[in-house]
């Protein structure tokens, strides 16, 4: 079973970037689709970017041009590079991983100010 871990989030002004990171340990990176999603308060959790393990990406409407995610193996890491935050980007961060089964990592904090 894989575990993973978060990183990266903090406090950033409107236009501003920030680079999630999220490394995986416990199993093969490699075998699993890698996602990000995120939970606003008061929303329910929503899917923000995939990247599956033949490299394909998908993304959510509100985050295409602006958000990038990418992955490397050989490091068991996946990243979210975000740029033009918005203050509704502000939400907490989660990764993700499936295969034969959800897993998702602890969050982390993201807040974009006006």
């Known amino acids: 079973q894989v575990q993973l871990v978060e990183s990266g989030g903090g406090l950033v002004q409107a236009g501003g970037s920030l680079r999630l990171s999220c490394a995986a340990s416990?199993?093969?990176?490699?075998?699993?689709?890698m996602g990000w999603y995120r939970q606003a308060p008061g929303k329910q959790r929503e899917l923000v970017a995939t990247?599956?393990?033949?490299?394909?990406?998908t993304y959510a409407d509100s985050v295409k041009g602006r958000f990038t995610i990418s992955k490397d193996n050989a490091k068991n890491t996946v990243y979210l590079q975000m740029n033009s935050l918005k203050p509704e980007d502000t939400a907490v961060y989660y990764c993700?991983?499936?295969?034969?089964?959800?897993?998702w990592g602890q969050g982390t904090q993201v807040t974009v100010s006006s």
């Open positions: 990247i599956t393990t033949s490299s394909k990406t």
């Open positions: 416990g199993s093969i990176f490699s075998i699993y689709d």
């Open positions: 993700n991983a499936v295969h034969f089964g959800f897993f």
